[in-house]
């Protein structure tokens, strides 16, 4: 079992920089790929971007591509999400997904991930 616990969100002004955090319980960590996902009102929890449990690999949505980067520290059980060039549309609820898998084909998609955080909100104000 793993819990996450997202962190770092806020209210920023268009252009601004926030970075997430997602610290995890167990030991198990570094065996698990991992995502953060967004969720804005009314929309469906759409991928943001994921890293393999060794970090080698990295993917991006092409929303993001150039304005986030995607990290984790394996040592101290965390993930973190540096967001720049925050645009409004960039508004939501941020939520980190781990997986029992280290390594994730079908990474863009919810369901692959087995464990979730509660969420943290970000709103980029124009």
């Known amino acids: 079992q793993v819990q996450l616990v997202e962190s770092g969100g806020g209210l920023v002004q268009a252009g601004g920089s926030l970075r997430l955090s997602c610290a995890a319980s167990?030991?198990?960590?570094?065996?698990?790929?991992m995502g953060w996902f967004r969720q804005a009102p009314g929309k469906e929890r759409e991928f943001v971007s994921y890293i393999s449990s060794s970090g080698e690999y990295r993917f991006y949505a092409d929303s993001v591509k150039g304005r986030f980067t995607i990290s984790r520290d394996n040592a101290k059980t965390t993930m973190y999400l540096q967001m720049n060039s925050l645009k409004p549309e960039d508004t939501a609820v941020y939520y980190c997904?781990?997986?029992?898998?280290?390594?994730?084909?079908?990474?863009?998609?919810?369901?692959?991930?087995?464990?979730w955080g509660q969420g943290t909100q970000v709103t980029v104000s124009s």
């Open positions: 997904g781990a997986s029992q898998w280290g390594y994730l084909n079908d990474y863009r998609k919810a369901p692959a991930y087995d464990y």
């Open positions: 167990g030991r198990t960590f570094s065996r698990h790929a």
